[in-house]
């Protein structure tokens, strides 16, 4: 490893902690005298430039009984060795990555070692050792096909692992869901999504240190066909669909606190679980579900699209049938849905979604001829509470939407910036049609003076998060 490179000692003098990260280096090189230390222009997703140095060479690993060589590439960044490496495989052009547990779809490498950095407890040549041990148990790359000089065994392996739809040449992917929390509501969930038959596999990350309740016991004695209960958040990596029901609260704390409470526990987790899966559609169950979608959102980085909240889902499914069975039978041609923040300043709107009716335009405010009818189904709702089964249902109805591409539209929590005039960045319950790009909120309607003032009450109980 050359430290004397004109290049490499220009980067190093500006790195913050150098003496310790030469020692660091020096490690490295005797466990791995062939692996070379170059400078390079490191470019973040958000096109952040910077000098900085970079590990590259290969990690030698064993599968069924064969060795093999893996290329990585480590980017050192400048607080090194106190942060830890930003790692990735280097395929070759006859390489392709096989995305899993530990690899992302870019070549990104996700490890345990890497999320629980500490250093000086955490090292490079320890961070090597559990890449070749994880690699050795899954395998990252594999060898791309060509139109000859095909290894049959190689090609076999390839084919047995496609399934073609029946009348065509598509290839199905598995459809993965993630449950985080072993809690009522994630159990319930569980069960609810696995009912609906939506889902290839579903995982249950079920960690007693972000729930006041674990109940995966029962899951892990009678092993339900295609779940996988498990505490390590990379089980969830290729997730479709990540649904968060994880809750730390306590009866002792007071509601700020307890609002606190799960920001910090969600800073600890969806990071991760955006990175292990950064094509999901996050779906926020946790308490409070607006404020918590929001949270989710910042600290996800991801698109508004692909971040939504259980809102008022379940309300509007329920206010539509007391009205269409209970009260008139379905002679409204009419869905009810609810609007706004899960308090008491719901909002209620009328969505004819018959045949051939154009989506945009399909809300209308309640108006004074229908007040009364909603008036009475909404207290008729009042006594209706969210248990942790009906909240299970309404997980697995909206999951059901995206996953199928259902193109159907639900209340859930969204970014309401730009909606009938709201100006900030808030998250509120709101018509928007879910598919398997997430959701598209549907346009805002004219409001009547009571119901924007609850809509303007919501924001302004948002402000500032």
Known sequence: ???????????????????????????????????????????????????????VGNIPVRYQGCAYNLPILLWLLDSFPFTPPICFLRPTSSMLIREGKHVDSKGRIHLPGLHNWDHPKSSVNGLLAEMIAKFEEEPPLGTKSSAQGDDPNNLLAYVSNLTINEGGNQLDQEVKISVIGGGDLGIAAVLSIMAKGCVDKLVLIDMPEISTKGGTMDLEIFSLPRV?????????????????????????????????????????????????????????ASQPVDIMTHVAWRQSHLLPTQVIGMGCNLDSERLSHII??????????????????????????????????????????????????????????????????????????????????????????????????????????LPCILGENGSTRLPGVSLGSEDEMKLRESVACQQPL
Request: zero cysteines; aromatic letters at 6%.
């Open 1 to 55: 490893m050359d430290f004397n490179s004109e290049s490499v000692k220009k980067v190093i003098s500006k790195y913050k902690f150098r003496d310790v990260a030469i020692e660091e280096l020096q490690k490295v090189s005797r466990l791995h005298p062939d692996m070379k230390l170059i400078s390079g222009i490191y470019t973040s997703s958000d096109s952040f430039q910077k000098d900085l140095l970079k590990l």
């Open 228 to 284: 996988e209960v498990s505490k390590d958040l990379s089980a969830s990596a290729g997730s479709k669909v990540v649904v968060i029901t994880a809750n730390a609260w306590s009866d002792e704390q007071s509601y700020l606190s307890l609002v606190q409470t799960n920001v910090d526990m969600y800073r600890g987790i969806i990071p991760r679980l955006a990175q292990l899966s950064p094509k999901a559609v996050l779906l926020i």
């Open 324 to 429: 269409n069975i209970s009260l008139v039978a379905n002679s409204t041609g009419k869905q009810a849905w609810v609007i706004g923040e899960l308090s008491e300043n719901k909002v209620a709107l009328w969505g004819n979604m018959g045949p051939g009716t154009d989506q945009l335009q399909a809300f209308t405010p309640v108006s004074n001829s229908t007040k009364p009818l909603m008036d009475r189904a909404l207290e008729m709702l009042k006594g209706r509470g969210q248990r942790s089964w009906s909240v299970g249902l309404s997980v697995a109805d909206i999951i059901h939407s995206i996953v199928a591409d259902k193109k159907k539209i639900h209340s859930v929590t969204t970014l309401a910036e730009g909606w009938g005039g709201i100006g900030s960045k808030v998250f509120l319950s």
